[in-house]
């Protein structure tokens, strides 16, 4: 059956979206590969680009009944946090400008990038995985969430994350790995074949389809 290319779907707008969203998981899912410095010079470049194109998706109407299907579970969410959490190590906290609970709060809030990150990861590589099955009804309703969920949660994430990868990278920080750091990414578990977090990476390579 040949599908209708000509639907909404397959709008420039959402292939650029898709695009950049790729990109992002991509390098999350190799963050073993790249060393502090350049994934954040490399998150710095993404999150504007990727803000921009969620922000020109367009607004579609639902076609199915059932809620898209959920590829990222939560074992996956924390052990992409831990990985980040790992990377990033002290650079991981910072000061939010703007948080809906800081007018209950006289105290500062305080963000943590490695939560942002897996928090966007988790809806991107849901819709990717989504749109991958190439139904135009699946892909539709996987755009409408999406779309959703940056309005309504991980696009002040974006913005909040990029202000502090601003900083880390035009600023005056040390972003370079000691040993120790180096050797917290890559965990004892993970070495262990059939452990849980070696699984887990296995399930990463397959969401990258090596």
């Known amino acids: 059956m040949e599908e209708d290319t000509s639907h909404i779907v397959y709008s420039v707008n959402v292939i650029e979206f898709v695009t950049v969203a790729n990109e992002y998981c991509a390098t999350l899912e190799i963050i073993d590969e790249l060393n502090r410095k350049d994934f954040v010079h490399k998150m710095q470049k993404i999150f504007p680009l990727l803000y921009l194109k969620a922000s020109l998706l367009p607004e579609v109407e639902d076609m199915l009944e059932d809620e898209p299907e959920k590829f990222v579970s939560e074992e996956d969410y924390n052990y992409l946090h831990r990985k980040l959490q790992a990377k990033l190590g002290e ?3 910072y000061l939010e400008v703007f948080d809906p609970a800081m007018q ?3 105290d500062p809030v305080e963000g943590s990038l490695a939560e942002n990150m897996a928090d966007i990861y988790q809806d991107l590589k849901d819709f990717i995985l989504s749109y991958r099955i190439g139904t135009v009804e699946v892909m539709n309703d996987a755009l409408l969430e999406c779309r959703s969920n940056f309005a309504d949660y991980w696009g002040q994430r974006l913005v909040n994350g990029l ?4 900083n880390l990278t035009f600023g005056d920080v040390d972003l370079s790995e000691d040993a120790k750091t180096k050797d917290s990414v890559q965990t004892k578990e993970e070495e262990q074949i059939d452990s849980p977090d070696w699984i887990l990476k296995q399930q990463f390579k397959n969401f990258r389809g090596e």
């Open 91 to 93: 650079h991981d906290a």
């Open 163 to 166: 202000r502090a990868l601003h």
């Open 104 to 106: 209950y709060s006289e």
